[in-house]
């Protein structure tokens, strides 16, 4: 059974930076895309970034930034830990909200960004900003 489990939401001040995790458990496959969402309340989910794992040959590696996030936001993994993180910097009051990850399997490019493909989510940790 698949489990996501994120970590690391809290509160910081605007300007400061924050590091959520995603413990991803469960798949028999290396090649699945993990991304993270946001939503906040009376809003749609937003996908903000995600990264393909498994091997480079076949995607593995590529990483896709919504442009709300991009520049300031860096996903990564670590393939050791299963784990995905989400390294957010420069934190503006807009970036407050419910930090969901999410996995799937057969998806490509930035269709990653979006809700309709993913197959789990994480119960979702949440981050507020102090301006």
């Known amino acids: 059974q698949v489990q996501l489990v994120e970590s690391g939401g809290g509160s910081v001040q605007a300007g400061g930076s924050l590091r959520l995790s995603c413990l991803v458990s469960g798949y028999a496959t290396s090649n699945k895309v993990i991304s993270w969402f946001r939503q906040v309340a009376g809003k749609e989910r937003e996908g903000i970034a995600c990264?393909?794992?498994?091997?480079?040959?076949?995607?593995?590696?590529?990483?896709y930034y919504a442009d709300s996030v991009k520049g300031r936001f860096i996903i990564s993994q670590d393939n050791a830990k299963n784990t995905v993180y989400l390294q957010m910097n420069s934190l503006k009051p807009g970036d407050a909200a419910t930090y969901y990850c999410a996995s799937a399997v057969g998806l490509h490019g930035a269709s990653c960004l979006l809700p309709y493909g993913i197959d789990y989510w994480g119960k979702g940790t949440p981050v507020t900003i102090s301006s």
């Open positions: 990264i393909y794992t498994g091997e480079e040959r076949t995607g593995g590696g590529s990483t």
